[in-house]
Antibody
């Protein structure tokens, strides 16, 4: 079945870096745009970034531009999020999500990985 | 930046209809989708392209979008529908989620 499994979360000090991964299975990964979405503790959903199917187009939330980089390896069916210069406000559960293929709708979500930025 | 505003909470009795609004400037010109999120779980897509249901989503979920407001309607609400609901749209190369609405089934 279609599955997304995030990994790489943890506790990190402000200013440090972390790389998240999302392993995809059960669908043709290389066809679909992919997203990262986060949710701070007790808060709502916040879209973070997307990458097109072949990696040529990337878009970011203003709050992470210049610090986060989204990428993908279609040969390994894996999505990445490189997070640099982390801030306490980046503390959240990070979800990867598959794009439905229309209107940037996210039709499959992973279970998330938790990132805590604290000294 | 573009904003989508939802009521913080909606209460509904079992079997009745719940309506959740999502307001944004000229939202009717964009596609809107809706996600359901239960405590401790990942979001689930319940409506896409304003009014379409993914496979496996009950018929009691429906959507509309016109002017500045999109609406998610849950007809014959069941206890299992108690959850947070988020609208989402796309604007200027950025994904935007609504502020979220907690639906309580009393």
């Amino acid at each position: 079945q279609v599955q997304l499994v995030e990994s790489g979360g943890g506790v990190v000090q402000p200013g440090r870096s972390l790389r998240l991964s999302c392993a995809a299975s059960g669908f043709t990964f290389s066809i679909y745009t992919m997203h990262w979405v986060r949710q701070a503790p007790g808060k709502g959903l916040e879209w973070v970034a997307l990458v097109s199917n072949h990696g040529s187009e990337k878009y970011y939330q203003d709050s992470v531009k210049g610090r986060f980089t989204i990428s993908r390896d279609n040969s390994e069916n894996t999505l990445y999020l490189q997070m640099n210069s982390l801030k306490p406000d980046d503390t959240a559960v990070y979800y990867c999500a598959k794009d439905y293929g229309s209107a940037y709708t996210m039709d499959v979500w992973g279970r998330g990985t938790t990132v805590t930025v604290s000294s | 930046s573009y904003e989508l505003t939802q009521p913080p909470s909606v209460s509904v009795s079992p079997g009745q209809t719940a309506s959740i609004t999502c307001s944004g400037n000229k939202l009717g010109d964009k596609y809107t989708c809706w996600y359901q999120q239960k405590p401790g779980q990942s979001p689930v897509l319940v409506i896409y392209e304003d009014n379409k249901r993914p496979s496996g989503i009950p018929e009691r979920f429906s959507g509309s979008n016109s002017g500045n407001t999109a609406t998610l309607t849950i007809s014959g609400t069941q206890a299992m529908d108690e959850a947070d609901y988020y609208c989402q749209a796309w604007d200027s190369s950025t994904g935007v989620f609504g502020t979220g609405t907690k639906v309580t089934v009393l």
